[in-house]
């Protein structure tokens, strides 16, 4: 359990984080009929100290945390969206099915709070959004470029974004799964859910990981379908950061999908904040913030 200093300030970071408001998006299309498949795009702003957008700019994938659960949606995540359209980014903030109606589920700690994600929609719909996001993007934003594309999410996105970048070494009988990798510059998560059985043995978010694979029974089952540090190497170029402070998604899940990296042979960068928490990384009043927009920069221009 974290001490009384640590808690108060998560919380103070959180506070700050969801201080914004939101920001809306420049168009909006659908991937699919549920309400929730659709993707906001954020043309890319002219602003003092932006790196220039024109001809085309770069695109930044945004996949939004919350532990996969109904309550967090997009919108809390809009800020961080603008931020990365005012330094020249063409932004697509990307919305998916959470929660889950199954009676089988509890919530957090087994009470009958929100449960953490749906299987296989939520993945249905991440796959489904990436597919589609090469067309969808020439029409909404015709001054970005999908060729030069960078991934990124915070917390459970993180995880997502991981995911739709592995889905070319999925199990052969998965659906998602690709015939070569996604065109993608590269990915960079954000205290991600990175590996499942460390976050499970740390209690990350009440045990989400194992409610987004349906119950306790099948979470080994579908582990290899699901976890990011059993979907090595990807060969796609990888940074994760993280915030030494983070009490929500602690480093170590951060380090042992790095250390499994390692071992499947390919090299991921790990930056590591120091009096970072968990929700500075995506507070456009945070340093923190414009030290993941330089990472994203790095690999996208």
């Known amino acids: 359990m974290p001490d009384d200093d640590a808690a108060a300030r998560d919380a103070a970071e959180e506070a700050s984080a969801f201080s914004h408001p939101p920001v809306d998006p420049d168009a909006t299309s659908a991937y699919g009929d549920h309400p929730d498949q659709v993707i906001d795009f954020y043309a890319p702003r002219a602003s003092p100290g932006a790196t220039p957008a024109a001809p085309a700019a770069p695109l930044v994938v945004v996949l939004h945390g919350g532990a996969w659960r109904a309550p967090y949606d997009r919108r809390h995540i809009t800020p961080f969206a603008d931020f990365l359209a005012r330094r020249g980014f063409a932004v697509a903030n990307v919305e998916y099915r959470r929660g889950s109606a199954l009676p089988a589920q509890s919530g957090p700690g087994g009470s009958a709070g929100p449960v953490a994600g749906r299987w296989p929609e939520t993945f249905d719909d991440v796959a489904a959004a990436l597919d589609a996001l090469p067309d969808l993007v020439r029409e909404a934003v015709p001054e970005a470029d999908p060729r030069r594309m960078v991934l990124t999410g915070h917390s459970a996105g993180g995880h997502l974004a991981l995911w739709a970048?592995?889905?070319?070494?999925?199990?052969?009988?998965?659906?998602?799964?690709?015939?070569?990798?996604?065109?993608?510059?590269?990915?960079?998560?954000?205290?991600?859910?990175?590996?499942?059985?460390?976050?499970?043995?740390?209690?990350?978010?009440?045990?989400?990981?194992?409610?987004?694979?349906?119950?306790?029974?099948?979470?080994?089952?579908?582990?290899?379908?699901?976890?990011?540090?059993?979907?090595?190497?990807?060969?796609i170029a990888t940074t994760l950061v993280q915030g030494r402070t983070d009490i929500v998604v602690p480093q170590p899940v951060a380090d042992a999908y790095a250390d499994a990296a390692a071992k499947a042979g390919e090299v991921v960068g790990l930056t590591l904040l120091e009096d970072v928490g968990h929700f500075p990384l995506i507070d456009p009043a945070a340093d923190a913030c414009a030290v993941v927009a330089e990472e994203i920069a790095q690999l996208a221009w």
């Not at 070494?169 to 859910?193: F, H, N, Q």
């Open 165 to 235: 970048a592995a889905r070319h070494v999925l199990p052969p009988d998965a659906p998602w799964r690709t015939a070569g990798p996604v065109p993608l510059r590269g990915v960079v998560a954000l205290a991600p859910i990175a590996d499942f059985a460390v976050a499970e043995k740390l209690d990350v978010c009440g045990g989400a990981a194992t409610q987004l694979l349906g119950r306790q029974d099948k979470f080994s089952e579908r582990r290899p379908y699901a976890d990011p540090a059993l979907l090595l190497p990807t060969g």
